[in-house]
């Protein structure tokens, strides 16, 4: 389809353990972001990405977490020696450029549990 | 530090009446507020925005009214259906960042009993 996709979908893994989550943005979308909704809670800013652009991590909780986007296009949200608190929904989004106002175009998700 | 604030985790409402969702917001630098929906299982998508320079915004059944010196704003369905049953976030971009991230609220889910 055409929207924002992100794999996998549902992760469970053990604490200390690395995961890699991956969103695939909207074709032509050049703003990315990832959010996380822990249980309960309102969806939280993690990082953005624009273009060429140096990112804005400034949401990143720790530095276990990073990010990288690949040609613009594919972005990977790692977290390394994952912890029980990081278990929440990891929320990808993306708009196109040319106003921070457009909409954001939000994936389904990819549901993480530390045991 | 909560900056925006849904403090009714959930409602319900009968179908064909009015749902009123309730945000509250604590930062004034926020110039720009959005309404996105959420279905189990599926990514919020967007449902209607307002600027900080307007009070009132119409799209269909959807309304969102926003009293900045209160520093709150609403959304109202009318009529509800049953097919708006989800949950339904407040969201709020700053002035200050150039970057368009959202602030969001915690949620609340919304039933539209038939």
């Known amino acids: 389809g055409a929207g924002v996709s992100q794999s996998p979908s549902n992760k469970v893994t053990e604490k200390g353990k690395d995961v890699e989550l991956r969103c695939d943005p909207i074709?032509?979308?050049?703003?990315l972001y990832w959010y996380r909704q822990s249980l309960g809670q309102g969806l939280e800013f993690l990082i953005y990405f624009q273009g060429n652009s140096a990112p804005d991590k400034s949401g990143l909780p720790s530095d276990r977490f990073s990010a990288e986007r690949t040609g613009g296009s594919v972005s990977t949200l790692t977290i390394q020696r994952t912890q029980q608190e990081d278990s929440a929904v990891y929320l990808c989004?993306?708009?196109?450029?040319?106003?921070?106002?457009?909409?954001?175009?939000f994936g389904p998700g990819t549901r993480l549990t530390v045991l | 530090d909560q900056q925006v604030k849904q403090n009714s985790p959930s409602l319900s409402v009968q179908e064909g009446r009015i749902s009123i969702l309730n945000c509250d917001y604590t930062n004034s630098m926020f110039d720009y507020f959005l309404w996105y929906k959420k279905y189990p299982a599926e990514g919020p998508t967007f449902l209607i925005s307002?600027?900080?320079?307007?009070d009132k915004n119409e799209d269909g059944r959807f309304t969102v009214f926003l009293n900045k010196s209160a520093k709150h704003l609403s959304l109202h369905i009318v009529p509800s259906q049953p097919g708006d049953s989800a949950v339904y976030f407040c969201?709020?971009?700053?002035?200050?960042?150039?970057?368009?991230?959202?602030?969001f609220g915690q949620g609340t889910t919304l039933q539209v009993k038939p």
């Open positions: 969201a709020a971009s700053g002035s200050s960042s150039n970057t368009g991230k959202l602030i």
């Open positions: 989004a993306s708009r196109l450029a040319g106003g921070r106002y457009n909409e954001q175009f």
């Open positions: 307002i600027s900080s320079i307007k």
């Open positions: 074709s032509g979308h050049t703003a």
